[in-house]
């Protein structure tokens, strides 16, 4: 997967959405968390949400490879709201492995701004 767009990182930190996982020795990750109606969202194909109500999003999550990042990011998220969505490259076999460890279900394909599909997953606590 390509790097997001510097604009587009830049944006998350200006409104307070890009967030950072570390520790004593330094930063580990960074990830996009937000509780709001995420457009790409709307459409689901080959699949339904398992639920309707408010939902935080995590995007543009990534790691050192210390390990760890996902699972600090869904409990920050989960420490803010129930209910989490997330989604994934269709060849991204890792990060649909961490999913289904952290307790996501798999949901659809849905369809990002430039037209790609994504597999879709949420979590309710």
Not at 4 to 23: A, G, M
Not at 28 to 34: I, K, L, N, P, Q
């Amino acid at each position: 997967t390509k790097d997001p767009p510097r604009e587009l990182l830049q944006q998350d930190i200006t409104r307070e959405k890009l967030y950072v996982i570390c520790n004593a020795t330094g930063i580990h990750g960074v990830f996009y968390f937000s509780i709001e109606e995420d457009p790409t969202y709307t459409v689901i194909e080959n699949g339904n949400w398992h639920c309707g109500d408010a939902y935080g999003v995590i995007h543009r999550i990534a790691g050192d490879g210390s390990g760890g990042i996902l699972k600090e990011a869904v409990a920050f998220a989960q420490e803010q709201i129930g209910y989490i969505r997330i989604d994934t490259h269709e060849d991204n076999y890792v990060m649909q492995n961490a999913l289904a460890k952290q307790g996501f279900r798999r949901c659809g394909i849905i369809y990002v701004e430039d037209g790609t599909t994504r597999i879709a997953y949420d979590r309710l606590a």
